[in-house]
C-alpha cells in the first residue's frame, strides 16, 4: 500500500551521504584553487574597478554628453537621444547618479565578457553539428537554472565581492549571445558561400568577410539580450556585494523602504530602455544597410 501512496526515493541517509561527500569536495577544492581562480580575473577586476572609476569620478556632464553621442552614434534617431535625456536627467534629479554610473559599468563590463567569449563559442556551434548536440543541453540547464543558485559556486570560489558577481552576471547572461550567433551564421543563404567557395575562398576569408556580416542583425538581437539579461542579475548579484542600483532595492526589500525600492526599480527599468532602444536601432541600421546592399 505504501508503493502506491508514497513516491519511491532514495534512503534519506544515503542521500544526506551523497550531499556531505559533494559538498566537502567543493570546498576542499575552492580552498586549494580558490586563490587561483581569483588570481586569473585580476584583469577583469581591474577593468571594472577602472571603468567604475572613470564614469563615477568623471564629471556628470561629460559622462551626460558621452552617453548621448553613443546614442546618437548607435542610432541616429531624435526620438531615441531625447528619451535618453530625459531618463538620465530624472535619475540625476532623484540622487541616483552614482549608483546608476556602477551599474552601467558593472553591466558594461559583463555584456563585453559575454560577447566575448558567446560569438566563438557560436560560431563553433554553427561549425559542428557535434558541438551543437553537446552545447544545447548545457545552454538549456543554464537559461532554466533559477538566477539566485549561480550565487552559491561562486560564493563559495571567490567570496563576495565584484568579480563573483561578474562572474555570475556573465555566466547567466551568455546563452542568448551564443545561440543567436549560432542561428546567425546558419542562416546564412548556402548559395552565398557556394560562390564564395568557387571563387577560392578559405573558411576564415567566408567566416570574417561573408557569414559574420551577414549575420549581424541576428548577432545585434543577441548582444541586446544580453545586456538585457546582465542587467536584471546585476540586481540580483547586490546579494553578493555588487554596488549599484541593486544594493538600494535589497535594503528597501529588507526594510520595507517603499519609496526607496520604486524610485530605484525605475532607474533600473531606464537604463534598460536605454540598451534596449540604442541597441534595437543599431541592429536595425545595419539590418537596413545590408538589405540595400542585397538588393
Do not use: C
Request: no cysteine; proline share 5%.
Amino acid at each position: 500500500m505504501s508503493l502506491i501512496t508514497e513516491f519511491p526515493s532514495i534512503n534519506p541517509e544515503t542521500l544526506r551521504s551523497i550531499k556531505k561527500s559533494i559538498d566537502a569536495g567543493f570546498k576542499d577544492f575552492s580552498r586549494n584553487y580558490g586563490d587561483n581562480i581569483e588570481g586569473f580575473f585580476n584583469p577583469v577586476r581591474f577593468f571594472l574597478i577602472e571603468s567604475e572609476k572613470f564614469l563615477t569620478g568623471t564629471p556628470w556632464i561629460i559622462i551626460f554628453i558621452l552617453i548621448l553621442a553613443l546614442a546618437w552614434m548607435g542610432s541616429k534617431n531624435v526620438k531615441v537621444v531625447l528619451s535618453v535625456f530625459i531618463i538620465l536627467s530624472l535619475i540625476g534629479y532623484f540622487d541616483m547618479w552614482d549608483n546608476t554610473m556602477k551599474t552601467i559599468s558593472m553591466t558594461f563590463t559583463a555584456a563585453l565578457m559575454a560577447i566575448v567569449f558567446g560569438i566563438p563559442l557560436g560560431i563553433s556551434m554553427a561549425k559542428s553539428n557535434l558541438m551543437q548536440r553537446i552545447m544545447n543541453p548545457v545552454l538549456d540547464v543554464m537559461q532554466t537554472m533559477p538566477s539566485f543558485v549561480y550565487l552559491i559556486p561562486v560564493v563559495m570560489l571567490l567570496g563576495i565581492g565584484k568579480v563573483p558577481g561578474l562572474i555570475a552576471v556573465v555566466v547567466y547572461s551568455v546563452p542568448p549571445m551564443i545561440r543567436l550567433t549560432n542561428l546567425g551564421i546558419r542562416l546564412v543563404n548556402p548559395a552565398v558561400i557556394e560562390a564564395a567557395d568557387s571563387y577560392g575562398a578559405s573558411n576564415i576569408q567566408k567566416l570574417i568577410h561573408i557569414q559574420i556580416p551577414l549575420s549581424l542583425p541576428t548577432i545585434m538581437a543577441g548582444i541586446n539580450q544580453t545586456i538585457m539579461l546582465a542587467l536584471s542579475m546585476v540586481v540580483i548579484a547586490s546579494m553578493i556585494g555588487v554596488t549599484g542600483l541593486g544594493q538600494p532595492v535589497l535594503m528597501a526589500i529588507q526594510n520595507q523602504y517603499f519609496t526607496l525600492g520604486i524610485f530605484n526599480g525605475f532607474a533600473i527599468v531606464g537604463i534598460a530602455i536605454i540598451f534596449d532602444r540604442v541597441s534595437q536601432a543599431y541592429g536595425k541600421r545595419i539590418q537596413e544597410n545590408y538589405g540595400m546592399k542585397d538588393e
